[in-house]
């Protein structure tokens, strides 16, 4: 799965929300709880790994979870956390 990290924060472009072919990016503009939100979110359980996200980020925040920094391990969690906790 892709997963959405550190570098989102603050920024939320939304580019990687208009491209994802499945939907599965949130909380998209809009949607409850975006205001709120530090960043968005990949649903592991949706994403099919189309790369699209990745390269639509201007600041490439979205990343193959192979790919995360250990710094940035926790954005995994975070990503996840996020669809299992609603
Ligand atoms: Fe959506 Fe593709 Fe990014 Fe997964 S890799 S979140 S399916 S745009
Ligand atoms: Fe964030 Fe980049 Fe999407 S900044 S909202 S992951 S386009």
Redesign the pocket.
């Given at each position: 799965?892709?997963v959405?990290a550190q570098p989102c924060v603050g920024v939320k472009d939304g580019s990687?929300v208009q491209?994802?072919?499945?939907?599965?990016?949130h909380p998209a503009p809009g949607e409850p709880g975006y205001d709120e939100s530090p960043q968005l979110y990949?649903?592991p359980l949706?994403?099919?790994?189309?790369?699209?996200?990745?390269q639509?980020c201007p600041v490439d925040a979205?990343l193959?979870e192979e790919d995360l920094p250990p710094e940035w391990g926790s954005s995994l969690e975070a990503n996840a956390a996020f669809f299992t906790e609603r």
């Amino acid at each position: 799965t892709y997963v959405i990290a550190q570098p989102c924060v603050g920024v939320k472009d939304g580019s990687c929300v208009q491209v994802c072919p499945v939907d599965c990016i949130h909380p998209a503009p809009g949607e409850p709880g975006y205001d709120e939100s530090p960043q968005l979110y990949i649903d592991p359980l949706e994403c099919i790994d189309c790369h699209s996200c990745a390269q639509a980020c201007p600041v490439d925040a979205a990343l193959p979870e192979e790919d995360l920094p250990p710094e940035w391990g926790s954005s995994l969690e975070a990503n996840a956390a996020f669809f299992t906790e609603r």
